[in-house]
């Protein structure tokens, strides 16, 4: 009895612990189960913190509106591509309301919405820089490697002297150019000195090309006023900067000089043979290209690389057989030639990062990856698919829609590109214009006299029109330049003298 009576407790105790080690393996099992649940929820988590840690940053620029379906189709490629390079980082374009580009902007960052990234133009960028509203992107830039790689020398002196607009893009002061089959008509020689290019400019002038039977048709026009053909000849007239050195070895303002005297006897006597389009002062850009077009005049004066491109594809698409030559400048008497002088006080327009971006390392970190390599040919060539396909032996093929593409960001002028960009004349205009390379010497102007300075160019401009002309005798320029210094002229020349190394 008593056996049994053990036999049982030992059974009792048997059972309990097969139970006690049955409940731990569930409780070890469920534990297990749960710390499976839990690290699946760190990786779910973890995922979702990788989408937090993207960064929107907003994106103003003319022209590139978010309710545009190609800009918004670039945008979203763009960020893709941000992404796979570990950018994390999203552009969000900002729509403007319609109007004047940069008072609508002005409006916004004056209501404390400036957007992260902003492309400026039109100088209005100055005012607010003085408020401290923009970075001082100087460090950022020169400690990029990708920015001191791409930028070329003339970039690198405007951000020293400006530190808040970045801008890279090729050297294109503008160049004239001409109408090959005009030349051939008049048996005419490609033109090298001043008196060439008046010799053909007149013989266009003379000739009826429109073929119409009146006298209409001219050598040249202009836009608005005088600053293209100054541009081809200021040099040839010993004006190759803004300011230059007289006799006592001081800076004088170029346009008060008796060199300027004579380059405007010069536009007067192509005014006085009709030469010279008598509308070049209402002459806006696009009426100008279309007298190229239609036969009005034989020459064209434009920005080298693509608009020069531009002007030539056109002609050829207006079914007219031939094609344009790019010219040097021309030499005048003592042989000096040259194109407009490259301003290098900062850059006229460009992009700019707000103070008030909470992601300012990252704003920069995005315009950087746009100079780079992979940026570049994103930015250069647009989308895959769109722009342009990759064959099986993986050549870049362009499509139809390349030929309306255009860079958003930047033009690296040293990035090597897998197909050609530029063609042949743009190629060519290029290599002249980078061969008559010179800086300007001039200088910001002081908010003190920036209102005499406008005055002052006003003048100039009310005089310079009115000598060429006819209206004004060529005498009357002393007079402006009597003028000029009384408006001003003579404090702003001393400070040429002491601002200008």
Not at 218 to 235: C, K, S
Request: charged share 25%.
């Amino acid at each position: 009895m008593r056996y049994r009576v053990i036999g049982m407790y030992l059974y009792i105790i048997v059972i309990v612990v097969m139970l006690c080690s049955c409940s731990n393996m569930d409780s070890t099992t469920y534990k297990d189960e749960s710390a499976n649940v839990t690290t699946n929820s760190t990786n779910t988590n973890t995922d979702s913190q990788k989408q937090d840690k993207v960064t929107t940053l907003t994106l103003v620029q003319k022209d590139f509106s978010p309710y545009n379906n190609e800009d918004n189709e670039y945008i979203q490629e763009i960020n893709k591509t941000l992404i796979e390079n570990n950018i994390q980082a999203k552009l969000e374009l900002v729509e403007l309301p319609k109007g004047d580009y940069s008072e609508q902007l002005k409006n916004i960052i004056d209501s404390g919405n400036a957007p992260d990234i902003i492309w400026f133009r039109d100088g209005m960028d100055k005012d607010i820089s003085n408020k401290g509203q923009l970075v001082n992107l100087t460090k950022y830039v020169n400690d990029s490697d990708v920015f001191q790689n791409s930028m070329e020398s003339y970039h690198k002196t405007r951000i020293q002297n400006y530190p808040y607009l970045l801008r890279i893009r090729y050297n294109t002061p503008k160049i004239a150019a001409v109408r090959k089959d005009w030349l051939d008509s008049l048996s005419l020689s490609v033109p090298v000195t001043v008196d060439d290019y008046y010799n053909v400019l007149k013989a266009f002038a003379n000739s009826d090309f429109d073929d119409n039977g009146k006298k209409d048709t001219y050598g040249i026009t202009a836009t608005g006023d005088t600053t293209r053909l100054d541009d081809v000849f200021n040099t040839a007239f010993g004006l190759p900067t803004t300011w230059v050195k007289n006799e006592n070895d001081s800076y004088v303002y170029s346009r008060v000089t008796h060199n300027e005297k004579e380059k405007l006897l010069f536009y007067r006597k192509l005014m006085e043979e009709h030469i010279l389009d008598p509308n070049y002062g209402t002459t806006k850009w696009d009426t100008m290209e279309e007298k190229l077009y239609n036969g009005k005049v034989g020459m064209i004066i434009g920005s080298s690389g693509k608009v020069i491109d531009i002007y030539n594809r056109k002609l050829i698409d207006n079914e007219v057989n031939t094609e344009l030559i790019a010219l040097h400048p021309p030499k005048g008497k003592e042989g000096l030639a040259g194109f407009a002088p490259i301003n290098v006080n900062g850059e006229e327009r460009g992009f700019a990062i707000s103070s008030t971006c909470e992601n300012i390392d990252l704003a920069f970190t995005v315009l950087e990856f746009m100079a780079s390599d992979k940026g570049q040919f994103l930015d250069r060539l647009g989308i895959e698919g769109r722009e342009y396909n990759i064959d099986s032996n993986g050549k870049v093929i362009c499509t139809n829609k390349a030929n309306q593409w255009y860079a958003r960001f930047f033009d690296v002028p040293s990035w090597e590109s897998p197909i050609p960009l530029l063609s042949e004349i743009a190629k060519q205009s290029l290599q002249i214009t980078e061969s008559y390379y010179i800086e300007d010497n001039s200088f910001n102007i002081p908010k003190e006299y920036k209102s005499k300075w406008e005055s002052m160019n006003k003048l100039y401009r009310e005089y310079s029109y009115k000598i060429i002309s006819g209206e004004y005798e060529l005498n009357k320029f002393d007079e402006f330049v009597d003028k000029w210094y009384m408006m001003g002229g003579k404090e702003i020349t001393e400070l040429a003298n002491k601002t200008i190394k």
